[in-house]
């Protein structure tokens, strides 16, 4: 029987890498695009951990670039479902840089990916199990959540201004 819920800690995952001289630009700097591909990665197996099916990638929110990661870094990017809707999912990533020398870490982006679960026969949207969150901290991801998709709704056209209902307290308040 496929659960109808599971624990945030269940799925968290955490990869690592180590910046080459082909993943920089000219400033030895890690290019954007390829941390980009790395955090969705990391992003679609924590999805994938969760529901235990297929994900695609249908946005990515509140990316910043913070610090820049340097040729010889080690690249650590961790992940964990902040909150499950229906079918869709929002995962936070962490991104953490070492220095392969000196160990000094320090974190250096972040961002937030919505993926939605396929069914693997139909290719269409499936219903995921509620994510249900392990700390005080995930219990606030997990609150401040649903006022992230209300803004992606919005911008994206899905719902009109007069449906926003969680983001218009906000701004009122």
């Known amino acids: 029987m496929y659960p109808t819920t599971k624990r945030v800690s269940e799925s968290i995952t955490e990869m690592t890498e180590l910046v080459f001289p082909n993943d920089t630009n000219l400033l030895g700097n890690l290019m954007g695009g390829n941390l980009m591909r790395l955090m969705d990665i990391a992003s679609g197996i924590c999805a994938s951990r969760h529901c235990e099916s297929s994900v695609v990638t249908v946005s990515v929110d509140h990316l910043t670039f913070q610090e820049p990661i340097k040729l010889g870094d080690i690249v650590t990017i961790k992940a964990k479902v902040s909150r499950t809707f229906t079918t869709s999912m929002e995962i936070f990533i962490e991104v953490f840089t070492t220095h392969i020398k000196t160990s000094e870490r320090r974190k250096s982006n972040q961002a937030y990916f919505t993926f939605v679960a396929l069914d693997d026969r139909t290719m269409k ?28 709704l919005l911008q994206s056209g899905k719902i009109k201004p007069s449906e926003a209902k969680l983001s218009k307290d906000l701004l009122n308040s």
């Open 125 to 152: 949207p499936k219903i995921i199990p509620q994510a249900i969150p392990d700390t005080e901290e995930e219990k606030k991801a997990w609150e401040d959540a649903a006022i992230r998709r209300e803004f992606r």
